[in-house]
């Protein structure tokens, strides 16, 4: 490919500008279309870090045929995720998505826009959550029966909770011990644990970019599993090297792992559902 044409939906938002910011950036990106409610206070032209150009959100369909879109990610909200994606699959663009917080309804249309269009979805763009993920389901076969909490700490602006991440640690947590835990949100008053509930946490302060912690406790013994979020940017970064490896490839639903992993199989599974 002569170099990569993305378009970042949301592009006033925390994450879309940390993606416009990188993909204008990299060597690979030979085009960045921006897509916001709010076309007028996203930069373009040439200053650093603007895209090459703006559009309205609802003008987005036309402008990935126009501006021959090849991949569009989207960090955005699932009501107008849902919406940015279906026009993607009617112009026949490969998306990568980002967005957490899908109900049924919006987990049902990524399926169906999977079948259009190659589609990779991932919770979490950071290779280091993709280790921890590794080693968490590593690690609870390994410590059968010790209890687990899992606890995420988010800025304050988040909307979501739990996070998409900390449900996607759950998920594994589950398919480690192989069967479906009760998950008990928080916890107030006399309430004692039960055998093999997973307790979980979400607390929301400042600017934190995002930390997730797998706490597992039992014979005598403590071991946590901890993911910090420095900034942002690593996010960008999985989201734009997902873009670069999902382009040109068939109609489907592809993991992140398979992005990490190039010698390895391609897996379009329902791997990183959240
Ligand atoms: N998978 C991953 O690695 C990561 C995922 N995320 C996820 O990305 C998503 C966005 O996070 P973040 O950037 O912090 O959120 P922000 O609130 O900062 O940005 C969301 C943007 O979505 C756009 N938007 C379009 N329609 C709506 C609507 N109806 N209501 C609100 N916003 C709308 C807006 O941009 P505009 O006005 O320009 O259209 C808005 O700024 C979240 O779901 C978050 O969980 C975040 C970080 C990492
Ligand atoms: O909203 C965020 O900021 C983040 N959301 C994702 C999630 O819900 O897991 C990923 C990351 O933790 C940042």
């Known amino acids: 490919m002569a170099g990569l044409r993305v378009a970042i939906t949301g592009a006033s938002g925390r994450m879309g500008g940390e993606?416009?910011?990188a993909a204008t950036d990299r060597d690979d990106v030979a085009f960045?279309?921006?897509a916001s409610r709010t076309p007028e206070v996203v930069p373009s032209g040439d200053a650093p870090g603007a895209a090459d150009a703006v559009v309205?959100?609802?003008d987005l369909g036309a402008a990935l045929r126009d501006r021959?879109?090849?991949v569009l990610v989207d960090f955005t909200v699932p009501e107008s995720s849902v919406d940015y994606l279906e026009a993607a699959a009617d112009a026949g663009v490969a998306v990568v998505v980002g967005t957490t917080g899908y109900g049924e309804d919006g987990r049902a249309?990524?399926?169906a826009v999977a079948e259009r269009v190659p589609l990779l979805k991932a919770s979490n763009f950071s290779r280091g959550v993709a280790a921890l993920r590794r080693a968490v389901r590593a690690t609870v076969p390994a410590l059968d029966g010790y209890d687990v909490e899992v606890t995420e700490t988010h800025h304050n602006g988040k909307l979501d909770a739990p996070s998409g991440t900390a449900l996607t640690i759950l998920d594994d947590v589950e398919g480690a011990r192989?069967?479906?835990?009760?998950?008990?949100h928080g916890r107030e008053g006399e309430q004692p644990r039960t055998g093999d509930e997973i307790g979980v946490h979400a607390r929301?302060?400042?600017?934190?970019?995002g930390e997730h912690e797998i706490l597992l406790a039992g014979n005598n013994e403590v071991l946590e599993l901890t993911h910090?979020?420095?900034?942002?940017?690593?996010f960008a970064a999985g989201a734009l090297d997902a873009a670069a490896w999902l382009a040109g490839r068939d109609p489907g639903r592809y993991d992140f792992d398979a992005v990490l992993e190039p010698d390895g199989e391609d897996r379009a599974d329902e791997g990183n559902p959240r």
Do not use: C, N, P
């Not at 192989?178 to 008990?184: E, I, K, L, M, S």
């Not at 929301?204 to 970019?209: M, Y």
């Open 178 to 184: 192989g069967d479906d835990a009760d998950r008990v």
């Open 204 to 209: 929301r302060a400042g600017d934190i970019a």
């Open 56 to 58: 309205a959100d609802a």
């Open 68 to 70: 021959e879109i090849d």
């Open 228 to 234: 910090r979020a420095g900034s942002r940017s690593i």
């Open 19 to 21: 993606l416009v910011d």
């Open 109 to 111: 249309t990524l399926d």
């Open 32 to 34: 960045v279309l921006a």
